[in-house]
T-cell receptor
Framework: AQSVAQPEDQVNVAEGNPLTVKCTYSVSGNPYLFWYVQYPNRGLQFLLKYITGDNLVKGSYGFEAEFNKSQTSFHLKKPSALVSDSALYFCAVRERGGFKTIFGAGTRLFVKA | DAGVIQSPRHEVTEMGQEVTLRCKPISGHDYLFWYRQTMMRGLELLIYFNNNVPIDDSGMPEDRFSAKMPNASFSTLKIQPSEPRDSAVYFC????????????FGQGTRLTVV
């Protein structure tokens, strides 16, 4: 069975510092991997995805994520955090050949000015 | 396109009442998903449709929950009878056919059952 783990409930970072939100997964084969962001009282918004190819994926709002097959990880990163990045971040995984997407529990990011 | 549209945004109902949540997916999207979000359980996939046909409803918690998609532009999630533990935010999402495409989420319906 596929699963996603986001080991940190919350990440705190100062504005201007780099940020990392961690994600590990368990799924057979080579999955599709996604990151979404959720702002208060809003639906989830797509940030980026890994399909194949380059392990470093660039997405919206300056975010990027690094796929590491050996560690089954897909950590979200940003070189310089903004206060406006404060939100709830979800990692998601989908098996190739399927449409059932499993989401992690979410990590709340706080960026302090 | 206006995106995925859900209604109502908020619903407060009494235990035992029937509740119907509505969703209009993005035009041209072949897949539609219903999710439930709670603090305790996070984001759970309830059911998804492909070309209006239910494909996987294994996430539907009980027989009190039912979902339909009578056409490509409309879906409903019904809870009958509702219970306080059904209180959650319910999201509808849609996506294109290709399996590597992302889902687009509506703004959700916050359901409170008192």
């Amino acid at each position: 069975a596929q699963s996603v783990a986001q080991p940190e409930d919350q990440v705190n970072v100062a504005e201007g510092n780099p940020l990392t939100v961690k994600c590990t997964y368990s799924v057979s084969g080579n999955p599709y991997l996604f990151w979404y962001v959720q702002y208060p009282n809003r639906g989830l918004q797509f940030l980026l995805k890994y399909i194949t190819g380059d392990n470093l994926v660039k997405g919206s709002y300056g975010f990027e994520a690094e796929f590491n097959k050996s560690q089954t990880s897909f950590h979200l990163k940003k070189p310089s955090a903004l206060v406006s990045d404060s939100a709830l971040y979800f990692c998601a995984v989908r098996e190739r050949g399927g449409f059932k997407t499993i989401f992690g529990a979410g990590t709340r990011l706080f960026v302090k000015a | 396109d206006a995106g995925v549209i859900q209604s109502p945004r908020h619903e407060v109902t009494e235990m035992g009442q029937e509740v119907t949540l509505r969703c209009k997916p993005i035009s041209g999207h072949d897949y539609l998903f219903w999710y439930r979000q709670t603090m305790m359980r996070g984001l759970e996939l309830l059911i998804y449709f492909n070309n209006n046909v239910p494909i996987d409803d294994s996430g539907m918690p009980e027989d009190r929950f039912s979902a339909k998609m009578p056409n490509a532009s409309f879906s409903t999630l019904k809870i009958q009878p509702s219970e306080p533990r059904d209180s959650a935010v319910y999201f509808c999402a849609s996506s294109l056919t290709a399996a590597n495409t992302e889902a687009f989420f509506g703004q959700g319906t916050r359901l409170t059952v008192v």
